[in-house]
């Protein structure tokens, strides 16, 4: 079992930054990557992005790539998401989740989210 919990979630005014965290505990190792994905009030959840447990490999949503920035901590078993030029449009809850396997998308383990709202 793996339990995720996100952090770092705020108010803050577009074209500023936020950091989340994604702290995971638990077996760890049996993770393959950890994605993020968000929801705004009436939208279907979005994939946002992913970081490989190795930490070799990220991919993002066309829609945050070259502001966003997902990197991971080996020591401290986290996994951030580095925004910046944030617009009202990312206003979202925001998840972190975890698979195991690396040839199916889908997502074993989820955090309880975090809110971002940006201000226009």
């Known amino acids: 079992q793996v339990e995720l919990v996100e952090s770092g979630g705020g108010l803050v005014q577009a074209g500023g930054s936020l950091r989340l965290s994604c702290a995971a505990s638990?077996?760890?190792?049996?993770?393959?990557?950890v994605a993020w994905f968000r929801q705004a009030p009436g939208k279907e959840r979005e994939y946002v992005g992913e970081?490989?447990?190795?930490?070799?490999?990220?991919y993002y949503h066309d829609s945050v790539k070259g502001r966003f920035t997902i990197s991971r901590d080996n020591a401290k078993n986290t996994v951030y998401l580095q925004m910046s030029s944030l617009k009202p449009e990312d206003t979202a809850v925001y998840y972190c989740?975890?698979?195991?396997?690396?040839?199916?998308?889908?997502?074993?383990?989820w955090g309880q989210g975090t809110q971002v709202t940006v201000s226009s």
């Open positions: 970081i490989t447990w190795s930490g070799d490999r990220t």
């Open positions: 989740a975890a698979r195991k396997d690396s040839r199916k998308f889908a997502h074993d383990y």
């Open positions: 638990g077996r760890t190792s049996s993770m393959y990557a």
